[in-house]
């Protein structure tokens, strides 16, 4: 079992930066799949971004792909989404998200691939 806190969400400006933290707890935190995910209010929850478990293979969404980077690090058991050149429409409350996938290499995409969630941490990017 794991339990995710996010955090690290703030009001940014377009164009801005900002970093995502995700925090994780359990002994086996390096079998699990990380993912970010984002709901907008009114929108449903959607994919933005996953790693494996191992930390070698990422993949994002087209809308956040060349601008977010995700990566981890398992020995502080943290996850992370490095977001770059900010937009109105990255405002959401963004979720961490984690899935058992040890030596795994394929990447889960959608909220019902995953587990475990954190509690959300809110974005909001002004013009």
């Known amino acids: 079992q794991v339990h995710l806190v996010d955090s690290g969400g703030e009001l940014a400006q377009a164009g801005g930066s900002l970093r995502l933290s995700c925090s994780g707890s359990?002994?086996?935190?390096?079998?699990?799949?990380m993912a970010w995910f984002r709901q907008a209010p009114g929108k449903e929850r959607e994919f933005v971004s996953t790693i494996t478990y191992n930390g070698r293979g990422t993949y994002y969404a087209d809308s956040v792909k060349g601008r977010f980077t995700i990566s981890r690090d398992n020995l502080k058991r943290m996850v992370y989404l490095q977001m770059n050149g900010l937009k109105p429409e990255d405002t959401a409350v963004y979720y961490c998200a984690a899935r058992y996938a040890p030596d795994r290499s394929d990447y889960f995409t959608g909220p019902f691939d995953y587990t475990y969630w954190g509690q959300g941490t809110r974005v909001t990017v002004s013009s």
């Open positions: 359990g002994p086996t935190f390096d079998h699990y799949a």
